[in-house]
């Protein structure tokens, strides 16, 4: 570790309090490394003045927002820049911050995924949004000193897009928090079921229901094979971008009593649903990473996955990878996890065995890594 503790501000007016995405992995590489290194101080900036438990373990540096219009984004450029002269290190643990970092201030940034780059017809952007994609956000992929990617697959998406040398990405994968985990009691998920009126047997998806994920094709895939098995499906997570085509194609499969929907839950039930279900289905065109699959292995839910982007990083050959674009071969897939009971088994324990290979402790270690090798001026190479 570096000979002196480090002064880190960490750029949080970008990140939200819920567990999901790239604001969980924020929390999360934020903990472990104040577990494993608490010789660093940690400043949260912030716009945000109400705390809350996560918040609190770590000193916060609340800078108002101006006046709108934009407020955030004018916030992001140009308030945070006039304190930054104060740390050794500037980390943005997402795609989030000023494109110039001030002289002698080292800068982290970790980048997710590049959906809106590679598929931007699943998004509404507007004026502000564009400007910071076509603007600002390939200065701070420029400008910081050392990029951190949760895949190879968003590695190699930012050396073909923005022509990010190698040697100044080092890739670090999510863990998956300890609550996921097979059940211990054989007699919970039935209870579970009771508690949401769910049907059993089902198949699950979890995420939030935007075209990314696909959804569409999942929909047709069970219409398919509707007549040839028992199961619901149950889709679990919040409306996103363009959530109406979703329901459209349930009605237009009339499906309406074999998909059930059940919005928003509580982050402690996520496990339950793993546990409950039969197998995930993660049928998505693009992620950086893919959480859903290493919380559904490490819970001992069996997955079927897209072969695109991170995935098959994540699932490796723990699990059944499908082309997104064929609704046949995905059904194909679904009814082998059915009607072949030793395949579901022998997945359940490979994906028990891959799961054990991601680890929030390693993923933080490696990123406290980078930070003493950026401050020292040392660029990273390969593996950490």
């Known amino acids: 570790m570096p000979s002196k503790p480090l002064h880190i501000g960490v750029i949080y007016g970008g990140i939200s309090d819920q567990k999901v995405g790239m604001d969980h992995y924020a929390q999360r590489i934020l903990q472990t490394m104040h577990q494993l290194a608490p010789e660093h101080r940690y400043v949260l900036i912030d716009h945000r003045r109400e705390s809350n438990p996560f918040r609190e373990q770590f000193e916060q540096l609340v800078i108002s927002l101006p006046k709108p219009p934009a407020a955030v984004s004018r916030w992001n450029l140009l308030e945070v820049p006039r304190v930054l002269s104060r740390f050794d290190l500037v980390f943005s643990p997402g795609l989030y911050g000023p494109p110039r970092l001030p002289a002698g201030v080292?800068?982290?940034?970790?980048?997710h995924d590049l959906v809106r780059y590679l598929f931007p017809h699943f998004f509404v952007f507007n004026l502000m949004q564009k400007a910071l994609d076509r603007w600002a956000y390939p200065r701070m992929l420029r400008n910081y000193h050392h990029l951190i990617t949760v895949s190879e697959s968003t590695k190699r998406d930012l050396i073909r897009l923005f022509q990010v040398p190698p040697d100044k990405i080092t890739v670090t994968y999510h863990g998956a928090d300890r609550e996921f985990?097979?059940?211990?009691?054989?007699e919970g998920p039935a209870e579970f079921l009771q508690k949401y009126n769910l049907p059993s047997p089902f198949i699950l998806f979890l995420g939030t229901l935007e075209p990314r994920k696909n959804l569409t094709t999942l929909i047709r895939a069970l219409a398919l094979i509707k007549e040839e098995m028992p199961h619901s499906l149950v889709l679990v997570g919040q409306k996103g971008w363009l959530w109406e085509e979703i329901f459209e194609a349930v009605t237009k499969q009339g499906l309406q009593d074999r998909v059930h929907w059940t919005g928003y839950i509580p982050d402690e039930d996520r496990v339950l649903f793993y546990q409950a279900a039969d197998f995930l289905v993660y049928p998505s065109w693009y992620e950086g990473f893919g959480m859903p699959l290493l919380e559904a292995m490490q819970s001992g839910c069996p997955v079927i996955a897209s072969r695109v982007s991170a995935l098959p990083e994540v699932v490796g050959d723990a699990g059944l990878l499908i082309d997104p674009g064929n609704p046949e071969a995905l059904s194909r897939a679904m009814l082998r996890l059915i009607a072949e009971p030793g395949l579901k088994a022998k997945l359940r324990e490979a994906g028990l065995t891959r799961a054990r290979?991601?680890?929030?402790?390693?993923?933080?270690?490696?990123?406290?890594?980078?930070?003493?090798?950026?401050?020292?001026?040392?660029?990273?190479?390969g593996p950490i």
Do not use: Q
Not at 106 to 111: H, I, R, Y
């Open 106 to 111: 080292k800068g982290v940034m970790v980048v």
């Open 181 to 186: 985990r097979p059940a211990d009691d054989p």
């Open 357 to 381: 290979r991601f680890s929030w402790e390693d993923s933080a270690r490696k990123t406290l890594e980078v930070f003493e090798a950026v401050v020292r001026g040392v660029n990273p190479k």
